[in-house]
């Protein structure tokens, strides 16, 4: 502290002048209205002649205004049930396309296999509809695997999907 806070400050009107520390002892009092009249009397003309200590008188007042602020705003209560639900959802959709692509792979190879044997490696079949149709299922896979690359990094570069709108 300097020695200009110890010092005591001059009060017109008053019996005895506060110090500095004796001000931002009684200040929090002051402001929760739990002072005594004198006292209050002298903290205001303390106040009035003491920069630093008006100064944090300020800043204790807004930091009460901020105080009230934040108590009096309603803060979101997390409903156990809703999370718990939400949790066997994501499971319950997630086994079921789980399940879903392994059939459909088991059953596109079941139908890659079928065709291979009786389609394309049947030299009755002419070779131009042979190529023709394997340039249509290479198209289709590539088609696929594009779409499926793209969903994928875009859902991945979310930064906020978990945000609920």
């Given at each position: 502290?300097?020695a200009?806070n110890d ?7 008053s ?20 002072l ?16 630093e200590?008006r100064?944090?008188e300020?800043?204790?007042r807004?930091?009460?205004e ?7 705003e309603?803060?979101a ?12 959802r ?10 879903f ?21 049947n030299?009755e ?6 190529l023709?149709v394997?340039?249509?299922l290479?198209?289709?896979?590539v088609?696929?695997?594009s ?6 990094t ?8 978990e945000?609920?709108?």
């Amino acid at each position: 502290m300097s020695a200009g806070n110890d010092t005591r400050r001059p009060v017109v009107g008053s019996s005895r002048a506060l110090r500095c520390e004796e001000a931002r002892i009684l200040l929090m009092g002051y402001l929760d209205n739990e002072l005594q009249p004198d006292e209050v009397r002298q903290l205001e003309d303390h106040l009035a002649v003491c920069v630093e200590c008006r100064r944090e008188e300020q800043e204790f007042r807004k930091l009460g205004e901020v105080t009230e602020e934040m108590l009096n705003e309603e803060i979101a209560v997390l409903d156990v049930d809703d999370a718990w639900q939400n949790i066997y959802r994501r499971l319950e959709r997630s086994t079921g396309w789980l399940l879903f692509s392994a059939g459909l792979i088991l059953l596109g190879g079941y139908a890659s296999w079928a065709l291979l044997t009786e389609f394309f490696l049947n030299p009755e079949e002419p070779i131009v509809a042979r190529l023709g149709v394997g340039a249509m299922l290479g198209g289709i896979i590539v088609l696929l695997v594009s779409i499926g690359r793209e969903v994928l990094t875009k859902y991945r570069g979310e930064r906020y999907r978990e945000v609920k709108q």
